[in-house]
Nanobody, 122 residues
Framework: QVQVVESGGGLVQPGGSLRLSCVASGSIFSIDAMEWYRQGPGKERELVAYITSRGSTNYLDSVKGRFTISRENAKNTVYLQMNSLKPEDTAVYYC????????????????WGQGTQVTVSP
């Protein structure tokens, strides 16, 4: 079994910052990539950022220059530093880890966290 747990959400004023953390634990041989998604009120879930095991990153256009994803491979942990937050960033943020549980796993499996609420409001 693999567990994914997010933390770091909360209430922040526009222009403020938050740092989200996500830790994957359990039966893990390797993690191909770790991703942050979000789902705002009445909206579909969208991919915010991802980072591969080699450190390649990609971002949703609306967060480029404001959000930074980073990873500590040895700790199976990914972070999302969010600066210059806007009300439209309000959402539940989910972490997804693409995990190979065993050395024999041919393809990675998706393991999702429960999400952490981020609210940007005056």
């Amino acid at each position: 079994q693999v567990q994914v747990v997010e933390s770091g959400g909360g209430l922040v004023q526009p222009g403020g910052s938050l740092r989200l953390s996500c830790v994957a634990s359990g039966s893990i041989f390797s993690i191909d990539a770790m991703e942050w998604y979000r789902q705002g009120p009445g909206k579909e879930r969208e991919l915010v950022a991802y980072i591969t095991s080699r450190g390649s990153t990609n971002y949703l256009d609306s967060v480029k220059g404001r959000f930074t994803i980073s990873r500590e491979n040895a700790k199976n942990t990914v972070y999302l530093q969010m600066n210059s937050l806007k009300p439209e960033d309000t959402a539940v943020y989910y972490c997804n880890a693409l995990v190979r549980p065993f050395i024999s796993s041919p393809i990675p499996r998706n393991y999702w966290g429960q999400g952490t609420q981020v609210t940007v409001s005056p």
